[in-house]
T-cell receptor, first 115, second 113 residues
Framework: DAGVIQSPRHEVTEMGQEVTLRCKLI?????LFWYRQTMMRGLELLIY????????DSGMPEDRFSAKMPNASFSTLKIQPSEPRDSAVYFC?????????????FGEGSRLTVL | AQKVTQAQTEISVVEKEDVTLDCVYE???????LFWYKQPPSGELVFLIR??????QNEISGRYSWNFQKSTSSFNFTITASQVVDSAVYFC??????????FGDGTTLTVKP
């Protein structure tokens, strides 16, 4: 079975540009998490969804960040406009159906560099 | 609010030594779940173990063992006879019944040959 798939794996962009990160969940999973990892702040939870509904977006840094789940298997994280401080590795993770207490299955991450 | 503290930022050991990674958590929930994840130099995050708040039995899996003590809110991880391949960042995490997962800052383990 395919794991969580993230794209792009690497993105280099200039300040002010729009960035869209994509995530495909494991089939049958119904919880979706977006994390950001930096040296300074570690792994930060940005937002998570259950059954396509955003449950907690308190970790989203500011209005420049938005996340959507247009369907049960796909999510996007958008940054507009991007800033150098957004440079980080962004991880998407999913969790099995009914398993709100189960382990997370992580994608390989999207490394974003904003110049 | 929930919080996970991994006080050890970095640990360095020599191969074959035993090493314990500490994890202390805070939550007001009576039902919760604790996890350890490994992040090797390649960058992916790999699940190692899950424990629920009602199960304080220690667990051993090969060279890995976990000690959960609810009285001290700790969930420590021991690697016996460490190997170079164990070098990684290890994260402790807490997940509530509502589904939210909070990670500690991680402990970077370096095992030298």
């Amino acid at each position: 079975d395919a794991g969580v798939i993230q794209s792009p794996r690497h993105e280099v962009t200039e300040m002010g540009q729009e960035v869209t990160l994509r995530c495909k969940l494991i089939s049958g999973h119904n919880s979706l998490f977006w994390y950001r990892q930096t040296m300074m702040r570690g792994l930060e939870l940005l937002i998570y969804f259950n059954n396509n509904v955003p449950i907690d977006d308190s970790g989203m840094p500011e209005d420049r960040f938005s996340a959507k789940m247009p369907n049960a298997s796909f999510s996007t994280l958008k940054i507009q406009p991007s800033e150098p401080r957004d440079s980080a590795v962004y991880f998407c993770a999913s969790s099995p159906t009914g398993g709100q207490t189960g382990e997370l299955f992580f994608g390989e991450g999207s490394r974003l560099t904003v110049l | 609010a929930q919080k996970v503290t991994q006080a050890q930022t970095e640990i360095s050991v020599v191969e074959k030594e035993d090493v314990t990674l500490d994890c202390v958590y805070e939550t007001r929930d009576t039902t919760y779940y604790l996890f350890w994840y490994k992040q090797p130099p390649s960058g992916e995050l790999v699940f190692l173990i899950r424990r629920n708040s009602f199960d304080e039995q220690n667990e051993i899996s090969g060279r890995y063992s976990w000690n959960f003590q609810k009285s001290t809110s700790s969930f420590n991880f021991t690697i016996t006879a460490s190997q170079v391949v164990d070098s990684a960042v290890y994260f402790c995490a807490l997940r509530t019944n509502a589904g939210k997962s909070t990670f500690g800052d991680g402990t970077t383990l370096t095992v030298k040959p």
